[in-house]
């Protein structure tokens, strides 16, 4: 089948794509390689430089007829949304609009789409948090999601085009960019590794729902051929404290560092944390990989990295 994966050059996006390789799949990936590297894109993909805002992205579906899409380019720091909100908005919500266009005008059936669990809820109620938590994104990354997932409800109904949102967790794992401001584990990991000094923001309470990459590569193999219009939460419905990630990393890299705290980040969210089970009820899925498990992985990755 021909699958179309956007930011097929990322994190998490060229996992997935390695995994419809292996599965047999024809993917052609759209990527910009804004974060996205050239040295994670699957040598078997067909790859193309592109802006998913681009005029040009018709002219590649006019092309390759992809029956599939899994979305997963996008402007994906929290940080930067809030500094420049219309960077975020333009291509996390345009270059949707334009994707979406594109998929229905040349007879794409069906999109998958990499929402965020953690961004779209805002602080939490209840903890673990259903699909049916009141949304309340108290960024412009969240307010981009959410406003996504109305736009594929929309496409749905009055185009046809079938759809469904996974709303992950912090997802971590190899390849993770740890160069930027989001990605917890790949920024220490590295920095332990190096003998750096990590800094915890704040008193490291805060709490985050730890996914492992191929458990979320598994949850979209899931949905990516089914035929259900839904959203689900992707996530392991348990809460980790930034310090005890860090402690767990000590351990795991066998570093004598100590634990230092800078300022806390304003409006950083204080605690996340997903509830699973209406993915497990529907699709069979749930996490398989521990978080200890996923960060000897993660070491291992950038040990030889
Ligand atoms: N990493 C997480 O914890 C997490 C959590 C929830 C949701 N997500 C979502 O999953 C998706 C993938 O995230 P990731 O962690 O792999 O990040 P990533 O930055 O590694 O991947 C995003 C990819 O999209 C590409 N891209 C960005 N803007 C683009 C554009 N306008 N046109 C074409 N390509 C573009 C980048 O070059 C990159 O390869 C994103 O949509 C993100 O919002 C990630």
């Known amino acids: 089948m021909k699958i179309l994966v956007t930011g097929g050059a990322g994190f998490i996006g060229s996992h997935i794509v390695d995994r419809l390789i292996e599965e047999g799949h024809d993917v052609v990936i759209v990527d910009d390689l804004s974060t996205g590297k050239k040295k994670n894109i699957n040598k078997e993909a067909t790859f193309y430089k592109c802006d998913i805002q ?13 029956e599939l899409i899994n979305h997963h380019a996008a402007q994906m720091d929290v940080r930067k949304s809030v ?10 919500i345009l270059g949707l609009i334009n994707l979406l266009e594109c998929a229905v005008k040349n007879g794409a059936r069906r999109i998958v789409f990499a929402s965020s669990g953690g961004a779209i809820y805002g602080e939490q109620n209840t903890f673990p948090a259903t699909e049916t938590h009141p949304a309340h ?6 307010v981009s999601k959410l406003s996504s997932e109305h736009y594929l409800y929309y496409y749905q109904k009055v185009c046809g085009l079938e759809y469904t949102s996974l709303r992950y967790g912090n997802v971590y794992g190899p390849r993770q960019d740890p160069h930027g401001e989001a990605g917890v584990v790949a920024i220490f990991t590295q920095k332990l590794l190096k003998g750096e000094q990590p800094t915890i923001n704040g008193n490291g309470m805060q709490t985050r729902d730890y996914v492992y990459v191929k458990d979320v590569v598994e949850a979209n193999m899931a949905v990516m051929n089914n035929k259900i219009n839904d959203t689900f939460n992707i996530g392991t419905g348990v809460e980790t404290t930034v310090n005890q990630l860090f402690k767990l990393l000590l351990g795991i890299t066998e570093s004598e560092l100590k634990e230092v705290h800078g300022p806390e980040k304003k409006g950083e969210q204080k605690r996340s944390c997903l ?10 899925w749930e996490p398989g990989v521990s978080l200890s498990e996923g960060l000897e992985n993660t070491v291992a990755y950038f040990k030889g990295d």
């Open 54 to 66: 681009s005029s040009r992205l018709e002219k590649i579906f006019q092309k390759e007829r992809p």
């Open 83 to 92: 500094t420049d909100p219309a960077f975020d908005a333009k291509s996390n």
């Open 137 to 142: 994104p108290l960024s412009p990354y969240g």
């Open 275 to 284: 509830e699973s089970k209406k993915i497990f009820k529907a699709l069979d």
